[in-house]
């Protein structure tokens, strides 16, 4: 992707706040060029989702640094491509971890353990820019966007990507919850949206329905696939409901196919059996 170099902080223009994203080192299926790490501020800083533990990452954090002060690390959640490299940071900076701890389940970050309990709506005051939490469960339970709010630039981890669509995974994973937090979104003063993976986006809005109403035609694509093919179980289902991605993704999509199953038995739409699922 133009523009995206590991390790490289890239100024990001059109904006008053001075924001560098700092490439990951994890390209991949899943993390697509790698994890985007944002440095906030001119001289007190902010550094959104160091990314996984990365030696040369860890050099790059402190070059981009140098002799100002990095003042709190903010994680969007603590999956294991995110959260991981805060602890060296914390320990070598002695900056404040800002996020929610994380929840039980596998690929979560133990070692973030956050410097007080954080609530949804709390303010970061950094005097030359403010930083507000918005919290944000769907993806998993203790997800946060972070708001820049002098510029309406959001930062949303894995809540709303560029160019693709985030997993939903249960149990923790909720998707009735990433629902309700993508609408909330729609109702703040947006200009950007900065993700996880992939490029900055300048048409929030425009991106927040176009995912609102992929979800929605998704859930309608499970019902008609259960209607189609009647009781079955997720291994049958996932084939007819993703027909369009990859073989190699379906895993994937089998967890977030879970997650529209059980929203849609909450709805009492369907229902759950011994074999799978059927409509109700």
């Given at each position: ?7 490289i902080p890239t100024p990001i223009e059109g904006i ?135 510029d309406g630039f959001l930062f949303t981890g894995d ?122």
């Amino acid at each position: 992707m133009q523009g995206f170099e590991p390790g490289i902080p890239t100024p990001i223009e059109g904006i008053k706040t001075s924001v560098q994203r700092i490439l990951g080192r994890n390209p991949g299926p899943m993390t697509g060029p790698g994890t985007n790490s944002y440095l906030i501020g001119e001289k007190r800083l902010c550094l959104v989702d160091p990314g996984p533990i990365n030696n040369e990452q860890y050099e790059s954090f402190v070059q981009a640094i140098g002799d100002r002060e990095l003042e709190y690390i903010l994680a969007t959640h603590t999956h294991g491509d995110h959260s991981p490299g805060a602890a060296r940071l914390h320990e070598t900076t002695g900056a404040k971890l800002v996020g929610l701890p994380a929840p039980e389940g596998i690929a979560q970050d133990k070692t973030f353990q956050p410097d007080q309990l954080w609530q949804d709506g709390d303010e970061i005051d950094c005097g030359e820019y403010t930083v507000r939490l918005i919290q944000t469960p769907g993806h998993v339970s203790n997800h946060i966007c972070y708001l820049l709010v002098e510029d309406g630039f959001l930062f949303t981890g894995d809540h709303v990507l560029q160019g693709t669509t985030s997993v939903i995974l249960p149990p923790d994973g909720d998707m009735g919850s990433y629902l309700d937090s993508l609408r909330r979104l729609q109702e703040l003063d947006l200009r950007y949206l900065a993700p996880g993976h992939g490029g900055v986006m300048d048409k929030p809005y425009d991106e927040i329905k176009k995912l609102i109403a992929h979800r929605l035609m998704r859930e309608e694509k499970v019902v008609a696939g259960l209607q189609k093919l009647g009781e079955c179980s997720i291994d049958e289902l996932v084939l007819t409901v993703y027909d369009d991605v990859a073989e190699h993704l379906i895993p994937w999509a089998k967890k977030t196919l879970l997650a529209h199953l059980i929203k849609l038995q909450r709805d009492e739409r369907i229902v759950a059996t011994e074999i799978g699922w059927k409509i109700v």
